[in-house]
């Protein structure tokens, strides 16, 4: 396809436009999204108020974070995902949505598992179940992000369902974020993530039935639970912040308990199609309990192996550094994540040159384990190192200064309270706006202006900060202000970012190739967002060699309002790349077509056998 034809929106009434959000997979996309976003906030965010509450140092919490490079690193397991058929669940649901039932599978125990942890007695425990869910939410998402790929009609739909995806990402992370703090507060942490794991349990479900006669209405009614508790969660964050008794918290809270009836009656009548389906197995198919078992007995014997192997290397790399008489320094952590950021797009540099040579009927070129790398470098050539430096660019600045915020609030002098009003339950739902705004601004006026917006926008939203923490916490105002900004600009960013990263892949390969994009993406930020409180640090005075110097109780403490105001301009001047790449965005297609574009890899099994 030219760069005119994908640029060149289609022109459509806003009641066309509407109809394309109607769609049975836009239900289905909204239902994934939420299986997405649920564990992300539960090995992060969530984690870190239990770890506080425990007494963990800030710093180990901070490493904590870096669980999340299990979605940085996905490319390495997702050729896997991409051609090996997972036993008895490929019969029962296809290929990509047997992983996806897998991977839900693993979400579901670990939540379980680190739920029986105790971070003061046992912090080794949840370590390794921490891991485990973002290595499984991590497999999730390959399975998603090929599914979703696969079921677009043309580049246009990719936006349409890039915003389903997420809407349902964003109430995730309010139900994880916020309804589990609350539920932890009323009986205990362990309570809430068991609570999540069943949550996890019934999105999996969902996925398992929703083609079956009935299922697409549990599907929609899940949909309308999910909605509604959106809802309620906005309206009653609203009425935190007004007088008690006054006529507007009386309606805020009126419509909170609305939303929550109608999401009730949404649950029964989610009971009832399901109990429907479940009678209803899908024509041509042949539904077995023993495909079932053998395909959950796989799902466990997998997450038992990798449990395995995680709690090996958590063992042994500790005891061989000090063996070695090796101590890792804070501020060597903080080199070497940027050396580590920087090593994939060098090597792809180096690379280039040798796949291009390739000839197309090269035997590597339908290699199934090197076909989905070789194929995008041979592909664009050179362009390719200019998309992984725009990938890698487009979130960098909303990704280091996210770790430092809610450090920043308490800096400030907020209570946890406001804090869980503003950011917790308001901040997700506020997003909705900026996803929306995207899903619309793609349709009308292409993703090249949409790309650049949401460029210019996160940089002026990560502004906001460095003006916030100057401001009197005596008025939640200001917090609302920033956090507003900053969402709305991320939820706009983040929804065309994935849209465009969905046109970039080859279908033949479109979960390895759009796992590249999401790895390259993050992992640079992730690494530096590791080490943001020692940036803080050195903003607010602290000199390199106090830095190298202290020890395992290094937390913020010794910050300061100015330095976290001079770490956030920090941070927006990192998304200036990202505003003057977006402009070279219609450049960014490739000169060769896919070796395999109308001759697709066997499977995995396949291909051995042959």
């Known amino acids: 396809m030219s760069s005119a034809a994908r640029e060149a929106p289609q022109q459509r009434s806003f009641a066309e436009t509407l109809k394309l959000f109607a769609q049975p997979k836009m239900a ?51 050729p896997l995902v991409d051609r090996f058929n997972p036993p008895g669940l490929t019969r029962l649901f296809g290929r990509r949505r047997a992983w996806i039932f897998v991977a839900q599978i693993g979400i579901a125990l670990s939540m379980v598992g680190l739920g029986f942890s105790n971070p003061t007695s046992s912090l080794a425990a949840t370590a390794l179940f921490s891991f485990l869910i973002a290595f499984s939410s991590a497999t999730q998402d390959i399975g998603i992000d090929a599914w979703r790929i696969e079921a677009a009609a043309n580049d246009d739909e990719q936006s349409t369902l890039a915003a389903a995806y997420q809407y349902g990402y964003k109430v995730g992370m309010v139900i994880s974020g916020g309804v589990a703090l609350v539920i932890a507060g009323v009986a205990s942490f362990p309570v809430a993530y068991w609570a999540m794991a069943f949550t996890m349990a019934l999105g999996a479900f969902v996925f398992a039935i929703w083609d079956r006669k009935w299922g697409l209405q549990a599907a929609a009614a899940a949909g309308v639970v999910l909605l509604t508790i959106g809802f309620a969660s906005a309206f009653g964050a609203f009425a935190g912040i007004t007088e008690p008794g006054s006529f507007a918290n009386m309606l805020l809270n009126a419509l909170s308990w609305l939303s929550y009836g109608v999401a009730a009656l949404a649950g029964i009548g989610f009971l009832a199609a399901s109990l429907l389906a479940l009678r209803n197995p899908v024509e041509g198919t042949d539904f077995s309990i023993s495909s079932l078992f053998i395909g959950i007995g796989f799902a ?43 090593a994939p797009i060098m090597a792809c540099a180096i690379a280039i040159p040798f796949i291009r040579r390739l000839t197309a009927d090269a035997p590597v070129m339908r290699n199934p384990t090197f076909a989905p790398f070789l194929d995008f470098f041979w ?15 487009y979130r960098l600045s909303d990704i280091v200064m996210g770790i430092m915020a809610k450090p920043a609030y308490t800096q400030m002098g907020y209570s946890p309270a406001d804090i869980g009003i503003v950011s917790g339950t308001y901040g997700p739902w506020i997003i909705f706006v900026g996803v929306a705004l995207a899903g ?38 200001p917090l609302f202000i920033a956090v507003t900004a900053d969402n709305i600009a991320g939820g706009y960013a983040g929804t065309v970012f994935v849209a465009f990263m969905s046109t970039m892949v080859a279908k033949a390969f479109a979960g390895t190739q759009y796992a590249i994009f999401s790895s390259i993406y993050s992992l640079g930020p992730k690494l530096v967002a590791g080490t943001s409180g020692v940036m803080v640090l050195l903003f607010s005075g602290v000199s390199w ?18 330095g976290y105001s001079q770490f956030f301009i920090m941070a927006a001047a990192l998304g200036l790349p990202a505003i003057i790449l977006s402009f070279f965005a219609n450049v960014m297609r490739p000169d060769r077509e896919s070796v395999l574009q109308n001759d697709p890899l066997p499977s995995l099994e396949d ?4």
């Open 607 to 610: 291909a051995v056998k042959t």
């Open 545 to 562: 060699a106090e830095v190298q110097a202290m020890g395992d109780d290094v937390s913020v403490e010794l910050a300061t309002n100015a």
């Open 379 to 393: 592909r664009h050539g050179w362009v390719a190192l200019l998309i992984l430096l725009f990938v890698s660019s």
């Open 28 to 78: 289905m996309m909204l239902v994934l999204g939420f299986t997405a976003g649920l564990p992300f906030l539960l090995y992060f965010s969530t984690l870190s108020v239990w770890l506080k509450e425990s007494k963990i140092d800030e710093a180990l919490i901070g490493f904590f974070s870096w669980f999340g490079l299990a979605y940085s690193f996905k490319f390495i397991w997702a």
């Open 440 to 477: 619309l601004s793609a349709l009308k006026l292409g993703l090249r202006w949409s790309l650049i917006i949401g460029a210019v926008v996160s940089v002026l939203g990560n502004l906001t900060f460095a003006w916030l923490v100057h401001q009197s916490p005596e008025t939640l105002v």
């Open 300 to 342: 466990v014997g997998a997450y038992l192996a990798i449990a395995v192997i995680a709690a090996i290397i958590g063992t042994a790399l500790p005891a061989a550094l000090d063996a070695m008489g090796i101590r890792v320094k804070r501020g060597d952590v903080a080199l070497w994540a940027i050396y580590i950021a920087a």
